[in-house]
C-alpha cells in the first residue's frame, strides 16, 4: 500500500481545561483535494496550526510520506513542502507583489541583500505563466492594492512556484466575489495535476463538494466523518456540520441507509 | 533558484478567463522596464504615497521659504549663518535622525520603546563613567552595549509576554529614569579628562562646514537603508510589521525578529547617546533632561512616512522627518517665536504629517 503524503494520528489539543481536539487521526493522500469541513469552534482552525506547525499538538503523531516525524514545528513543515494560506491574510499588503512571492525564501548574495532584479523578472515570469491573473500592472505592485482574489491567486502561484507539496487554504473563499471563488476552486483542481495536495478549510459545503476529493468533518473536536465524494451527498454533508454525528444518524435514517 | 519551469507549457493553472485577458499572456515579463530611466520611472511610480517622496517635497519647500528669507533678511532671519547652519545641519538633525531610525526600524516591525529617553540618559551615563575610568573605546562599546540590554529586556518582556509594547515600555521608562540614580546618584556625571581629542574628535568635532555627528548620520543612514530595504532581515522587519501571521505562515519567526529589532533599536540610542553626552559633557540622572526625545524620535520616524501600526515606512522618510522637525525648530527659534510654540508648532507638523500619510497610504499602487 502506498503511503499517504501526510497522515496524523490521535491528536489532541488542549488549552488548559478546554479539549480543542480529541483524538483526531486522518490521512491526506498524494494528489488529492481533501475538504475539512466544520461548523465554527469545530477545532478546523486549531487542526490547521497543527498541520502546518504554527501550534504543538497536546498528544499525537505526524508521519510524512509514510515516516514519522517528531517534534513537528513550522521549520520542519516548511521543510516538507506545507504550506499554508491563511484567511484572507497570507500576504503583507504593504508590501510588493515580489516581495510577498519571496518573502522568507529571498534570493540574496553572500551578504544576505536581495537580488530585487532578479526577483522581479521571476515574478513577473510566475504571475504570467503559473496562475493568469488579471489587471496586475508590475511585480512592484503593492499588494494592498489588489482585489482579494487577485491576492489570493498571487498566494497560490507562491506556493506553486516553490513547489510546495501540501497546500492548506484555510477558509479562501470567505472573502471573495462569485468569480473569484470560481477562478480559485478551478486553481485547486488543476494543482493536482501539478502534483500538489491540498486541504480546502470551508464552512461553505458547496464550494467544498465541487472539489475535493474526499470530506473530512469536524464537530466539537472530534471527526465525525470522512468519506470520498462519491460516497456522500452535499445533504448528507450539511446534516454533518450542522447536527453532528447525530445529524448524519438522522440523516441516514431518513434515506433508510443503516448506520454502520 | 531556477526560473519557473513552466515557461514553455504556457500558463499552468488557468481560471475561467475573458478572451481578451488570453491575448495578453507574459504580459509582465514583457513589460519589464529594460532601460535605466525605464527603471527609475517605474520605481518613482511605485515609491510615491509610501511617504518620503511627498515628505520630502514640503522640505524642499519649507528650505526653499528658510532661504528666501534669510538672503532677504541675513539679520532678521539668520538661517544661512554658518553657526546656524553648523548647530540645525550638524549636531541637531543627526541626533533626532539616528533616535527617529531606531524608533522607525522598531515602528515597522510593530512595536514601540518608549523608554527611548531615560534609556539615553541610562547609556549616558554608562558610556561616561566607563570613559572616565577605562578610556573612550570602552567606553563606547560599554554604552552601545547598555543600549541594546536595555532595549532587549524591554523587547524580551514585550515579546515574550505578549503584553501591549505601549504599556511595557512605559512602565520601563520609569525604571530605567530610577536605574539611572540608581547607578549614579543624583548628581550629573560628567565627562572631565576622558574627553580628549580623540573623544571630540570621533564625535563632535567641527570641521568648519560639518561636525562628525553629521558623518556618523551618513554612515548610518547608508547601514540602514541596505538594511532595511536591501537584506532579507530587513524585508522580514516589514513582513513581521505589515502582517505578523502572514509572516509565521511563510516560516518566518516573528518573536526573533522583533527581539533583532528591539536590538538594533537599543544599539542606534546607545550610539545617540554618546553623541549626546559628548556634545554637553555631562549627563542629569533621572531622565528629565532627555524625556522629550521618545516622543521626538517617534514624531520623526511618524512624520517620514513610517506607519503606527508597523510595516510601511523608509529611511530617507524618517530623516528627512528628522530634518523637517529640526528645521521647524530652529525656523521659530530664529523668528523669536516664544519657547512654548515650539512645542505648539513641532505638534502641529505632527498631526498634520499623520493625516496626509493616512490620506497618501491610500494612493499607493
Redesign the interface.
Known sequence: MSSALLSIKGVTKKYGPNTVLNDVSFEIGKNEVVGLLGDNGAGKSTLVKIM?G?VEATAGEFFWDGKKVEGIN??K??ELGV????QD????????IT?NIF??????NK????K?KEM?????????????I?G???????V??LSGGQAQ?VA??RA??FKRSLLILDEPTSALAV?AT???L??LR??KS?GVSSVLVTHNLHHAYQVCDRHIVMNHGRKILDVRKGDTSVEELTAAVVGGAEGIRKYRESKGQKND | ?S??P??D??????????TE??TQ?????D??PTTLLGRLK??L??VRGRGSLEISIVMVVLLAGYITASLISPAGFAFLNPNNLSGVISQSIPVLAILGLAAGILMIAGEFDLSLGPAITFNAIVFIKVSEAAGVWVGVLAGILSGVLIALVNGSIVVFTKIPSFIATLGMSFFWAGASIFVNGTSPAILTTSRDATMVFLFAQDFGSFRSQLVWLVIIGVVAW?FLH????G??M??VG??E?????????PKKIKLIAFGIFGGLVGFASILIAVRTSSMQPGGSATQDFTLFAIAAAVVGGT?LNG??GSVIGIIVGAALIELIRNGLLLGRAPGFYITLFVGVTIVIASIFNKLM?GK??
Not at chain 1, 111 to 114: A, K, P, S
Open positions: 502546518s504554527v513550522r521549520e513543515t516548511e504550506e499554508t494560506i491563511f491574510s497570507a500576504l503583507v499588503p504593504q508590501m510588493s516581495r518573502m522568507g525564501r529571498e534570493i540574496t551578504l544576505g541583500l536581495m530585487i522581479d523578472a521571476i515574478t513577473a515570469e510566475v504571475l504570467d505563466s503559473v496562475v493568469t488579471e496586475i500592472k508590475s511585480p512592484k505592485q503593492l494592498a492594492s491567486a497560490i502561484a506553486v512556484h468569480r470560481e477562478a480559485l478551478e486553481y488543476q494543482l501539478e | 533558484m526560473n519557473t513552466n515557461a507549457k504556457g500558463t499552468v493553472l488557468s481560471a475561467p478567463q475573458a485577458a488570453i499572456v507574459r504580459r509582465l515579463s513589460k519589464q517605474e520605481n511610480q511605485f541596505f536591501r537584506h532579507k532581515l524585508n522580514h516589514f513582513a505589515g502582517n501571521s502572514a509572516a509565521e505562515a511563510i516560516s518566518i519567526n506607519s510595516g510601511r497610504e499607493a499602487r
